[in-house]
C-alpha cells in the first residue's frame, strides 16, 4: 500500500504565493508520475501540473507561468509552487502519485480572496 498526504494549503490574498508539498510513503520501490489536480465547487477534477519520472512538466494553459512542479525522488515528495494567485484557483488540491497504479492523497484546500 501507499499513502499520499499533502500539505501546504491555506488562505492567501490575490497575488500571493503558496508552497504544495505531496508525500508518498508505503510500498514504494520507484515512482513514476506525479501530478497535483484540483476540484473547486461544482466542477470536475483538473490537471494543474504533472511531472515524469525523467522530470518532464506539463502545465495548462490556466497555470503555466504561475505554477511550478518539481519533485524529490529521495524524499518521495513532489512540490506545487503557485505564484500569482488568483481567486478562480481556489480550490482543494490533490496530489496522485503512480506506483504501478494510481494513489490519491485526500487533498488540501487553497483558498485565495480577491
Known amino acids: 500500500q501507499v499513502q499520499v498526504v499533502e500539505s501546504g494549503g491555506g488562505l492567501v490574498q490575490a497575488g500571493g504565493s503558496l508552497r504544495l508539498s505531496c508525500a508518498a510513503s508505503g510500498s514504494i520501490f520507484s515512482i513514476n508520475a506525479m501530478g497535483w489536480y484540483r476540484q473547486a465547487p461544482g466542477k470536475q477534477r483538473e490537471l494543474v501540473a504533472h511531472i515524469t519520472g525523467g522530470g518532464r512538466t506539463n502545465y495548462p494553459d490556466s497555470v503555466k507561468g504561475r505554477f511550478y512542479i518539481s519533485r524529490d525522488n529521495a524524499k518521495n515528495t513532489v512540490y506545487l509552487q503557485m505564484n500569482g494567485l488568483k481567486p478562480e484557483d481556489t480550490a482543494v488540491y490533490y496530489c496522485?502519485?503512480?506506483?504501478?497504479?494510481?494513489?490519491w492523497g485526500k487533498g488540501t484546500l487553497v483558498t485565495v480572496s480577491s
Open positions: 496522485r502519485v503512480t506506483v504501478g497504479m494510481d494513489y
